[in-house]
């Protein structure tokens, strides 16, 4: 983009922009571009804001919630959007922007560039809902420009239901900050051993198998800590209270900068049952520390096994607790060295 054009990014979530997409944003900012991002508000818009953006609001976008009048009117907020604004193209992310923005741009006659960063629950789970995410995709992704998958997994699904976009490509995720991910010295062997899920509060992120999991290692080796960070989806609040009273995990709310509990952690666990590409398990890697994942597209592609990571089946807490019982086995001279090797093959 030689011209300086004006760029709209419609997407879902603030702190996830602001995480994993604040790199692409001043790629195109330093190019002299204007950038208009559009998504619900929330306060880390005020840092993308600082950084030159600017930004409109869609208060009626639900993320996790099928209802027909609010994705209704947030369709028609996206063509009026493209109708006043103009602009000469528009990136989409997640479900609800690659197929309605896509739907708008298409009807405006802007350039649309989809980017699938997992398949969500809806596609995964199957059933009715499938059917119909996959209708819509079949529709919106006609006329993309460009759509970027972040795993082969994702791609195979796509194209086994039909989906065939104009033009397709897949890339490694949305790639980590180095600069912010930095290798930190491997923690030290104190008998006391401490694995992190770092990420969503739910359901399809493994929730309830990591703590089945931690309930079976506690029993055996006590000293073990289990920690979840994130933030609580899907009413699992009782749930997470209930194994913290228990002393089976520890809690700690969502949080801005990752890195340090990274840095602490011997371990950094990921059991979810899909994603597009983990990019915990890329700072994780980055950071110098060995991965614990499920053997899914996006988790798998991150890790080498036995060298950098140990990987177990998707919803089966007993094999997730085998794999967590012969990390702890592990020599600390190995453990430290497959923090180095995930380094050397997700950094520099």
């Keep these: 983009m030689s011209r300086k054009k004006l760029i709209v990014i419609f997407i879902n979530n603030h702190r996830m922009t602001y995480a994993h997409r604040k790199e692409l944003i001043a790629a195109f900012l330093s190019q002299g571009h204007r950038v208009v991002i559009v998504l619900p508000y929330g306060e880390r818009i005020e840092d993308l804001k600082k950084m030159g953006c600017e930004f409109i609001d869609v208060p009626m976008f639900q993320r996790r919630k099928t209802n027909i009048i609010k994705d209704f009117q947030l369709f028609m907020e996206y063509m ?19 197929t309605y923005g896509a739907i708008a741009a298409r009807f405006n006659h802007i350039p649309f560039v989809a980017t699938i960063n997992g398949l969500g629950t809806g596609l ?3 059933g009715l809902m499938q059917k119909l995410l996959v209708f819509l995709y079949r529709f919106s992704l006609k006329s993309p420009q460009k759509v970027f998958f972040q ?22 995720g949305s ?18 051993l401490i694995f992190s899920v770092i990420g969503r509060v739910m359901k399809d992120k493994g929730t309830n198998e990591v703590i089945e999991a931690a309930r079976i290692i506690k029993r055996e080796f006590p000293r073990v800590k289990f920690r979840l960070i994130g933030l609580i989806e899907d009413n699992y609040e009782d749930k997470i209270n209930s194994a913290v009273y228990e002393g089976i995990i520890e809690y700690i709310p969502e949080q801005y900068n990752v890195h340090p509990f990274i840095a602490q952690s011997h371990a950094i666990i990921q059991p979810s049952y899909h994603e597009g590409m983990s990019n915990i398990l890329l700072e994780a890697a980055s950071t110098g520390r060995p991965v614990l994942a499920s053997k899914v597209h996006g988790c798998i592609e991150t890790f080498d096994e036995g060298k950098s990571g140990l990987g177990f089946e998707a919803k089966n807490s007993q094999d997730l607790a085998r794999v967590i019982r012969k990390f702890i086995m592990l020599p600390y001279s190995q453990k430290a060295e497959m923090g180095i090797n995930g380094r050397k093959k997700n950094g520099t």
């Design 80 to 98: 009026k959007i493209l109708r006043r604004l103009k602009p000469d193209i528009v990136f989409g992310f997640t479900i609800k922007p690659n």
């Design 124 to 126: 995964a789970n199957g």
């Design 151 to 172: 795993n082969e997994g994702n791609r195979d699904f796509m194209l086994a239901h039909n989906v065939v976009p104009k033009s397709f490509e897949v890339i490694p």
């Design 175 to 192: 790639g980590v900050n180095l600069d912010e991910n930095y290798l930190e010295p491997y923690p030290n062997e104190t008998g006391e």
